[in-house]
């Protein structure tokens, strides 16, 4: 069930400060960025996974603080690959905040792939955190919980890259014509945080951070960056 194709999504798009995206980078305080919010699905020979799923619409006690853009969404995304909602057989989520797993119930059929750690702390998160998570998206998941490395199918893995959340995992995937593509999540959500070392600018862990970045660069392959505006396709 090697992988046979992969393929970026859009789900439009939200607005955030650019110090946000690169710690302690002051020339960004007060720049507004409208950050893509970039899905990637993977086909196998007999699955479909979707890394990943996006923006939810959120409650008006969040919603307030975005500007959010919605040229597309992740559905009739897919449906442009002949896919359906009910034909995703797997969810991998690199974290849990709102802009990555906000559409992961939109999949009835997937189990969702996510760190035990990443997890526990969306579940109960610090009071710092809590405007990242939701607890209503987390409810009725057909969840898995991974420790550390893991592979999920034949070609796609998951490898720990904490430090923008505890639990923070990336995905590499290894497609049958050769290429091998590495999904950084936040862990380098500009390309600039990759090409640079420049960790992202919302943390638990700065040193985490960096750890992470240096071991995304050391996998070599092709680095995909969710939220960067010049993300080309695949």
Known sequence: MAVRSVALLHDGFFELDLGMLVYLKTAYYGQKYMAALRPMLVRTEKEVLVVDTGLCDPPERIARFYKIE????????????????????????THLHLDHAGNDKLFPNAMVVVQKLEWAFAS?????????????????????TVQGEHVVTEGVRVVPTPGHTPGHQSVVVEV??????????????????Y??????????????????????????????FDHDRGQGEL
């Open 124 to 144: 109960d998160p610090p009071r710092y955190a809590r405007g990242g998570y939701l607890p209503e998206l987390l409810e009725g998941l057909d969840v898995e």
């Open 195 to 224: 090409r640079d070392r420049n960790v992202v600018g919302i943390l638990t862990d700065a040193e985490a951070a960096l750890r992470s970045l240096d071991a995304l660069r050391a996998l070599g392959g092709t680095p995909v």
């Open 70 to 93: 919605r040229p597309t969404r992740i559905v009739p995304e897919l449906a442009k690959h002949g896919v359906r909602p009910e034909d995703v057989d797997l969810v991998v989520n």
């Open 176 to 193: 049958a014509d050769g290429r091998k593509l590495v999904y950084c999540g936040d862990a380098a959500p500009l390309a600039e945080n």
